[in-house]
């Protein structure tokens, strides 16, 4: 059995554990395809943050508490580029993280695609699934914003990270989208695929930018297997992050049912065959689309097993 | 006043410190030309070694008892960098310096010139001595060895710091020196020279490469200013490093005469007109250059500021 699953970082991260787990023990092999939106280049420096949160989370290198970057970082070289005075000072380059960037930025500067990039970290971390970007050209989530009263567009990590989504924000705008083709790699992973999931990461910002890639979207909405969302909102909140600051900017409610309402069906304009919501959302209906409820918190491998598995019964 | 001093790394440093010590007491400006043949780029990042020695030693941040690099420096990119198996690992690349290096790439790839950026940097270090590289252009040292069997070139830090300099070597090559520039402002400043002091850098690989660009020569050779070199062999060894394993490639004996008469008088085709030797070497010769001696090792700040005021009574 092969399984696909678009995913953002940390959330993503999670899932896909519980995804491989199920995996495991079902004989299945899973592909990831994971959002490049939220790249940046910073100090020289290319930047995945969503493939590296799976990267290092599946590898067992993650930072537990913060979530975000390795275990035992340090920070001699973020502070050391704050004493030259070298802009941005707000993101939290890491020294050990630094390293995989230099890997990467030296191995994308030689002409390698992202993918045979990551493929390469990869082969230290060993995650045991398949990790693709979703695209291997640039693309970028903007975020249009007021910010010194004008009206401007802000790179995604700026928004998260510098104002924590703290601005009146009116739209996102994935650069470079429109003429991104998929990875090497990523339309036959959906072509083959037995199933394809979608996981409980932000839709707006970590999701939306993988169906942003034109030939992705027609692969997922013409291809052969089902796709199941599972819902990143609970009881009217978002499981992590800031799917409901991204979501009221797009005038969607924050609710599983809402979310799913606007990945819509496959049958219609959408993308969805089946929609997990937590049994605090069961009931939500997605007209065209199969809704199951379980238990939907990822507090271990275990439990966010069973969530892949019950993802995979709404087939 | 005006003095220029043509510079290596480290030795270079703890030259200039008593330089800039005597200039301060003459209320005189230090300009420091400085060799670039060492510079190289690993891991997508250009490393000058010994602008950083100078410019991290005159602004008190250099590893007192390690010579190079950064005091209080860690290595956790270093580490993480073996671990991806990422090459070369042999070079030691601090976290404090890779900050350096990261700025200083930054600003290269914008498109600053490498006399720019070292401004930059400076503005932080406050060298109390202007840092000038002597070329902008792309020039480094490659050194002709037989390893694996094979006649090969290698670059000069693979040549020291991977080999310790242990390998058959037969010449130096400074690659792209013919056609090198002299970097801004290193003309205007040797031609408004008082004095230029030639510090007691190793001959071969410190020095040589920066007579090796051509107008750098020519303005040293036709220039104004006396020129006065300061021995870096004592008593038959150099002060420090490896200038012995250069000069026996080169046949010239490792004695401050020798050295003296490879630079040549500039009535003839060389460039001294005085040559300071330590006491334990006075009397030694050097047809057509002013050969005087006072106590050459570096110990102090206040005995260096002695060897600059004994080398510029020579002039």
Redesign the interface.
């Known amino acids: 059995m092969q399984i696909v699953v678009l995913a953002g970082g940390i959330g993503g991260a999670r899932f896909l554990a519980g995804v491989r787990a199920y995996a495991r023990g079902a004989g299945a092999q899973v592909t990831a395809v994971v959002n490049v939106g939220d790249d940046i280049r910073l100090?020289?420096?290319r930047i995945c943050p969503d493939l590296d949160s799976v990267m290092y989370h599946l590898g067992g290198a993650a930072d537990p508490e913060r979530g975000w970057g390795r275990a035992g970082e340090?920070w001699?070289?973020k502070d050391?580029?704050a004493?030259?005075?070298?802009e941005p000072t707000w993101f939290g380059l890491g020294?050990?993280d630094?390293?995989?960037h230099?890997?990467r930025?030296?191995m994308l500067?030689a002409g390698y695609p992202l993918s045979a990039v990551t493929e390469a970290?990869c082969a230290?971390w060993q995650p045991g699934v398949r990790l693709l970007p979703a695209t291997d050209d640039r693309m970028e989530t903007h975020v249009v914003v007021d910010l010194d009263g004008e009206r401007r567009a802000v790179h995604f990590q700026e928004w998260w990270v510098r104002y924590r989504g703290d601005l009146p924000t009116h739209r996102f705008v994935f650069v470079g989208a429109e003429s991104a083709k998929p990875a090497a790699g990523v339309l036959k992973a959906i072509g083959s695929a037995d199933a394809v999931l979608v996981a409980p990461s932000n839709p707006v910002v970590s999701i939306a930018p993988i169906l942003a890639v034109p030939e992705i979207r027609d692969a997922l909405v013409g291809g052969p297997a089902p796709v199941v969302g599972v819902a990143p909102i609970i009881g009217g909140r978002p499981v992590r992050g800031m799917a409901d600051r991204c979501l009221a900017a797009l005038d969607v409610p924050c609710t599983a049912e809402a979310v799913g309402g606007m990945y819509g069906a496959r049958s219609g304009s959408g993308i969805l065959d089946g929609w997990l919501v937590d049994d605090t959302d069961a009931g939500a209906e997605v007209p065209g689309v199969r809704v199951g409820s379980a238990p939907l918190w990822m507090t271990d491998e275990k439990a966010t097993a069973e969530m892949a598995r019950a993802a995979l019964e709404l087939m």
Chains 1, 2 share one sequence.
Do not use: K
């Open positions: 100090h020289g420096l340090t001699a070289v050391e580029l004493a030259y005075g070298a020294d050990r630094i390293a995989t230099l890997v930025t030296t500067d970290l230290r």
